[in-house]
């Protein structure tokens, strides 16, 4: 099992480029979700999935957009990179009526 | 939006030594779960403990034990006898049990384990 892995690990972009932030679960959860990390601010959550097909704006949710593909894969997409949008990404999973979280490895991204 | 607080941004402990990290949050509800997760330098995100709402015994994980106070609406960790390997990111985490997939997380606090 890989659990929750995410590409890239890494990116740097310019302002106004367009990226998609890759995530997928092989452990056949239901829900899943996309984080930011900034310094002194915590996670927030930016979109969640509960199952294939449906989507949720969370705390953060604008300049993003998402995607179920299917139940496997949750991807996130900036349409026009911003400053702002500098931050570490995390997805994360979870399994019906399971208390707890898995998070994938992170991918920190910079928006020059 | 639930409301999740740790007022200290940076904790140290010699090691073997007990430290204790706060939380608060702010919730109408009677039904919730409640975590603590870990982020050491690599970023990766764990879970340390979790504590049922509806539970009145403390959860504990071998070091790590929880003073829940549902009524004062906090959440404290204990970590007993600190290990170097303990020093890392601690956020507190909140999720309603109703209203289930959202979790709202704390502003962390950073631990530093003295030699």
């Known amino acids: 099992n890989a659990g929750v892995t995410q590409t890239p690990k890494f990116q740097v972009l310019k302002t106004g480029q367009s990226m998609t932030l890759q995530c997928a679960q092989d452990m056949n959860h239901n829900s899943m979700y996309w984080y930011r990390q900034d310094p002194g601010m915590g996670l927030r959550l930016i979109y969640y999935s509960a199952s294939e097909g449906t989507t949720d704006k969370g705390e953060v949710p604008n300049g993003y957009n998402v995607s179920r593909l299917n139940k496997r894969e949750f991807s996130l997409r900036l349409e026009s990179a911003a400053p702002s949008q500098t931050s570490v990404y995390f997805c994360?999973?979870?399994?019906?009526?399971?208390?707890?979280?898995?998070f994938g490895p992170g991918t920190r991204l910079t928006v020059t | 939006a639930q409301t999740v607080t740790q007022s200290q941004p940076e904790m140290s402990v010699q090691e073997a030594e007990t430290v204790t990290l706060s939380c608060t949050y702010d919730?109408?509800?009677?039904?919730?779960?409640l975590f603590w997760y870990k982020q050491p330098p690599s970023r990766q995100m764990i879970l340390v403990i979790r504590?049922?709402?509806?539970?009145?015994q403390n959860a504990t994980e071998n070091r790590f034990s929880v003073n829940f106070q549902k009524a004062a609406k906090s959440f404290s960790l204990k970590i007993s006898d600190s290990q170097l390997g303990d020093a890392a990111m601690y956020f507190c985490a909140y999720r309603s049990s109703n209203t289930g997939n959202q979790f709202y997380f704390g502003t962390g606090t950073s631990l530093t384990v003295i030699p």
């Open positions: 504590q049922e709402a509806y539970k009145q």
């Open positions: 919730t109408s509800e009677s039904d919730y779960y």
């Open positions: 994360a999973s979870r399994a019906p009526s399971s208390y707890e979280q898995y």
